[in-house]
Every structure is written in C-alpha cells, then in structure tokens.
C-alpha cells in the first residue's frame, strides 16, 4: 500500500547561497531513485532561492519561501512579494511560523492576508499552527481550530484545497527541544484533519509535523496514517540526514545507502 508523504524542510536563517549549492550537490545523489510516494520541498532563505531553482529545474523537487509579505508591490523595505516569488519558480510559501510570530508579533490577520497573497499567484501556502506551550488536549485542539479560522480566513472556497497544513507545537522546536511523541502528533493531527475536511469539503489537504524531526524518529511519525509528511528544521541542514528522513521506512536502494555513508560521488 502507498500512499503520498511530503517531506520538506525550511532552512531558516542558515546557508549562504554557497553553502546552499553544495548542499544541493550532495543531496541530489542520496535521493535519487525516491519512489513517487515520496515528495519533497525545500524553502531556502530569499538569498538562496535562485540556487535551488538551478539544482531543482526539471527534478521532482520543488522549492519555495519561508515568508511573503501580503501586497504585491509597494513601499516595504526589506520586504519580498508573492509575484517575485512566483517569478523564482517558488510552488510553496511558509507562512505562520511560531519564529515569525515570536520575532515579528506576525498576528493571524496578517497571516490570513499572506495565505490569499500566495494563492493569488498560483502557489501553495503551507501553514504552520501549534501551541506555544504543552497543555491539555482539549484546550490544544480548541486553539489550533481557533488560529486554523482566523489564518484561513481569507481563502475562498475554491483555493481551499490548494492550502497544506504544518503541525508546529513551538515546544517541540529547535535546539534542545525533542519531538513531539508520535502519539500526541497522531491526535493533534487528527484534530486538524477534522477541522480541514469540514472547512475544505473534502479530505485531500495534507498535515505535516515539524518539530526536531531526525532520521530515528521519521520512520514512527511517517507510520501514522493521520500524518501526511515531515517538515524538517536544523536536522535537514546535513543534506544526508535531510535525505536519510526522505527515505524512512521505505526500503533504500544500494547506491543512495553508498552517497549518505560518503562512500560514492
Ligand atoms: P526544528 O525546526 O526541526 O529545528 O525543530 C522545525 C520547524 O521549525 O519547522
């Protein structure tokens, strides 16, 4: 049985476009022969995005942004708009993540005006939600359908199933952290899809997790049925772990195991 999974990773603020191309150099190898089922994405920084279009044209790999701001042009110093990434190639635009909230008070109005700037140009946005802190189920669920209404506000109905879904709980993010159980992403998860499939009528906008993803804990999160991908933060930085977490649970041809073990050009 096969079935979609979608494993992506966001740089954040870390390789220059120097260090994006040789990540790219070594991915490419170690994730060749990946079976359909088995799709990725990577969101360098703006500075970066140029390089993956040159790795990527023509792979089955597609690239996109971290962030986007919500008018199409204007006067926004140091701001970057969904028509230029459009222009880059980009097919998805993060929006929503707690580093964004965090470090730029971003608010869900904002963010509801972001997800209808990247459908507007054609491209997916992939949301991220999760709660800051760890807390009861019941209260987690609330909040994550609470920030779902208020982020999606803005998408009108026929882009509903053009949108993807990040489960973010900021407590599982970031050096020191540890993932989120597979049991608790399986009911967080859930909860999403419920709401999603209500909202979107029909049941096909996928729910990935982020959170300290590596290589030991992919397989176990991928084997929940409720878990349509990965979203992969600093562990993806090693483009061999990036590709190791792309292959958990599927069986790895010979010559990709040789390229992660540095063992082939
Ligand atoms: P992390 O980041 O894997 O470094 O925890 C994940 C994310 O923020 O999406």
Known sequence: MTRLRLVGTSWKMHLTSSEAAAWFAALLPAVAGLPGERELFVLPPFTSIWVAREWLAGSRIAWGAQDVHPDDAGAHTGDVAAPMLADLGCRIVEIGHPERRRDHGEDPALIARKA???LRWGMRPLLCVGEVGRGEFAAVAALLAD???RCLAAVPAPDRARVMVAYEPAWAIGAGAQAASAEHV??????LHEWLEAWSANGSIPVLYGGSVNATEAPALLAEPAVDGLFVGRHAL????????AWAGLPRPLEALETARGGSS
């Open 116 to 118: 209808a700037a990247v």
């Open 147 to 149: 920030d779902l209404s």
């Open 238 to 245: 090693d483009p061999l772990e990036f590709a190791r977490i």
């Open 186 to 191: 399986a009911r967080a998860h859930s909860a």
